[in-house]
């Protein structure tokens, strides 16, 4: 029975996600309003199955009464965030904000596999962190202040970083984190915000050399103190926004050349200088050199890897315990163990969605600052997953990074959290922006297709073309009765026949949009009121067309 | 009118070439991401298999649980090692040929052995269609694992068997062209259907019933070695045609005398004869005087001695030494096989799969395919090339001594009846007290009819001297090849 559930379990819990990834690229492509709220109320759908099929599983196989209290929990956290949103936000982007549910989903189900006190530690630091930053994408809307205060940002990540340089405690061979009031934080987590709005600001109008300049010292700088505290992945991950923050903003591959350059020489002079970095690359190359000492980690991360084949064992089926760190830096190689390779795929697929809605998101920002800021966050999300993934899997060396929104830390999360919050503030600001600039544009239509449409009356009323026409027999089909009628009545026969409802509908369209001035209400009462006449109608339509022109020019 | 239009599309270029960035930059983490995606399947066909079977690996024994062990089956399906379920689902391994192939295929308890226990992570693998595992994981059936099909063929292990009988030795036969190995039998033996109940008495046994004596016996190869002897003669020399030799029944140098087997008298003697004969006399002569040591010695370094082989089941491997240095008692000595020279039958039997195989040495296999429990092929083995190691005239040159043996000289009477040509060459290697008169007898071969065609070494111990000669048991394989579809 057990085998069942769990075999049954992992099938169903693969067709979820691979529905989910793709619902996530169907959005990424649809347009219309109605069929993307359609997607995102079935991917809630497909969540809170998600859960459903997976907590009692493992409540089943394990017998941990827990298991169905991880999932109320998460479920109500769910849709309490979900149902938040749309209530705050209404405007925000619901298909990151699913994608990033859904993660946090597959985050809570690994944790509480691996272990219980962990994923309700996980999940109470979620739930804080989604809270507490409701508030950031009203801050960034109102406060504008966050674009001028470069410096601190550099002042306060460098001073952050030195901190846990000088009084940092040892862990897992690298200084990471700073103990406040029983609290470890990892502050190189939330100096990668800051060094952010740092070359954000620094590069939002000025591209010249010497800005370039001082944002790769203070950049250098920020590398440099985590490179001694061998912290590489950050280093790496703040390295790579830079390069292409600094690409983005100038536009010249030159100095991307020159970053990538720069690194490849770093590298090499990290790889002469620390002895970690030695290791982690012999590790790399042959991890069974020392499968005792320093490769023992990765070789039982690739065992993992490798034990679930397409499918996974199903959950509480493989070993992921012998994985040591499963629940923070290897656990992509725990899910690849108990979910499979499939699902993994997806889940890559699902974080390079989010990726990719980002940097959607940045292109479409007004403000150079926000678009910089937005593309240097998605930039650090994205390497952040490739170093892990891939350094689990032996693609690259291991760098020794969490997996965002699933891996187990509290400073990650929060972070991950915090720049979620931060796009979807710039995202809510992108979608005031470009509504307006929607309105204008629609009003720029407008204006043009009545200027033509004037246009065309006024050659019409010319006699001698008139004379070429006849009167019947004119203009589209389903206008033919009211056209033959006016034209019997004898007054402004071709006219009438062009100003049919369409014209009517732009109009009211148009003043919709203009509701402020009182004439054109006027019009659309009157309008309103004796739009049946069909004897006046082209009478009327002629006076509002006009009225409505004169509006513009 | 067109100043507004070019205002517009300066805008509009303006937006493109500021997107333009953030779009190369997109195209290229998608490249990594796709790098990564590829990667992970990549990791998933090739390299995936390699990590299940590391002994580091200790997910194996989990796994066993889960999947039923495949099948050992020979070149020709029948099985050669099975799993057995019982009633009350407790599983054993069944080994239908019992004895027969008890060091090749050996045994799954006890750390297992043989290829029960190099193929062991192969069988615990699945790779039944999805369908299939999909039915029954949700039928909480267990899987079936892979079967392996061997190049051992059941007939001709059978042969070597009932030639051997009670007979202590081995026989290790392979086809010539591709080094499929047919026939890997070593006596004495034991059941592994037993193997639990007879442990004790198996650990405890003298008679080294576990010792694969084809792979793994080291014996002087006596006369065979004659082949290599002649190898680098003709090196030397570059034909055998000026060779000539009187044979008195003994040879003498620096006081040391060497006899022909039963101080036979095979007088005036061109090289085939020497062969043929198997004249100790007249190699021992050439050796101290026609042949350099150093070169001697390359010559069987490349034949394979003192080198690793890369076979799959434990072997060991042959031993040779000589050199500039070395006193004419043992140069004489080893020109025939004997002094320090060791070797194993599958050893020999490469030598003289090099001379059937145009120069072209072939490492031993023992598994010819993978196929999972519904049929479909997981990978099918190639042959490999343990080494170009003769030049085709060298092979050439050597052939015509080689059927000389089976025609005219020691070998005829056992082999020169059979309906096709097989060409090899006999040993007798005295081992142990010299005035005792042991000795193994060897014989090392292979047909040539262009077809098929295999080579095969036999070693009887103490079977020398016309006691029980390998080349009979060699005939019985012979004779099987011929006659069945082994």
Known sequence: MNTIVSQASKYILLALMVLFTIETYMVLRRRDEKSRNRIMRKQIGLMVMFNLVAYPTMYLLSGDFQMLVMFLSVVCFILVVQVLYRLIYRRASMILLNTMCMMLSVGFVIQSRLGMETAMKQFIITSLATLICFIIPVFIRKVRIVSRLTWLYAVAGIGLLGVVLLFGRITGGAQLSVSLGGITFQFSEFVKITVVLFMAGMLQNRHDFKTVLAVTVVAAVHVGILALSADLGAALIYFMAYIVMVFVATRNPGYAFLGLGGMAGASIVAYRLFDHVRVRVAVWKDPFQDYEGTGYQIVQALFGVCAGGWFGTGLFKGNPDMIPLAYEDFTFAAICEEFGVLFAICLILLCMGMYLLIVNIATKLEKPFYRLVAVGLGTEYAFQVFLTVGGTTKFIPMTGITLPLISYGGSSIMCTIIMISIIQGLYIMRTDESQAREEERMQQRLRRRISNQEQYLREYQRPERRSGYPGQGQGGSGQNVRYGESARNGSGDARTGYADGGTTKIIRKLNRSQNRQDSADEMERKNGQEIGDTDELAKKIEEQTKNGLEIHY | MSSQKKLKNRQKTDLKSITRPYRIVSYISLALFASLIGYMVYFQVFLSDNLLNSPYNKRQEIVQEQIVKGSLLDRNGNVLAETVTAEDGTESRNYPYGNLFAQAVGYSVYGGSGLESTENSTMLQSHADIVTQMQQDIQE??????????????????????????????????????????????????????IEQDWESLVNSEDGVFLNRATQGQYPPGSTFKIVTALAYYRQHGTFDDFSYTCTGSYESDGYTIHCAGNEVHGQESFQDA????????????????????????????????????????????????????????????????????????????????????????????????????????????????????????????????????????????????????????????????????????????????????????????????????????????????????
């Open chain 2, 275 to 486: 062969m043929a004969n198997s004249c100790n006399c007249a190699f021992a002569y050439m050796a101290v005087n026609l042949i350099d040591k150093d070169l001697l010695r390359q010559t069987a370094d490349q034949m394979g001695f003192n080198q690793d082989i890369p076979v799959e089941l434990p072997y060991n491997g042959g031993e040779f030494t000589l050199d500039a240095n070395t006193p004419n008692q043992l140069t004489m000595q080893t020109a025939i096989g004997q002094g320090d020279t060791l070797a194993t039958p599958m050893l020999m039997c490469m030598v003289a799969d090099a001379v059937k195989n145009n120069g072209q040495m072939m490492t031993p296999i023992f598994v010819k395919s993978v196929d999972s429990a519904t049929g479909s092929n997981v990978k099918t083995m190639q042959p490999q090339i343990f080494g170009d190691v003769m030049t085709t005239e060298e092979t050439q040159a050597l052939e015509p001594l080689l059927e000389a043996v089976v025609q005219r000289g020691t070998a005829a009477d056992d082999l020169s009846d059979l309906p096709y040509q097989i060409a090899g060459k006999t040993g007798t290697a005295e081992y142990g007290d010299v005035s005792e008169g042991k000795a193994h007898s060897w014989f090392t071969g292979y047909t040539n009819t262009g077809n098929n065609d295999i080579v095969v070494c036999a070693v009887v111990e103490n079977g020398g001297n016309g006691r029980a000669p390998a080349t009979r048991v060699a005939r019985n394989v012979f004779s099987a090849w011929g006659t069945e579809t082994y």
């Open chain 2, 141 to 194: 059936e267990k899987k079936q694992g892979d079967n392996v099909t061997t190049t051992l063929s059941a007939v001709l292990q059978q042969a070597a068997s009932d030639a051997l009988g009670s007979n202590r030795g081995a026989v290790f036969a392979m086809d010539a062209d591709t080094g499929e190995v047919l026939v890997d039998y070593s006596s004495p033996n034991f059941n592994p259907n037993t």
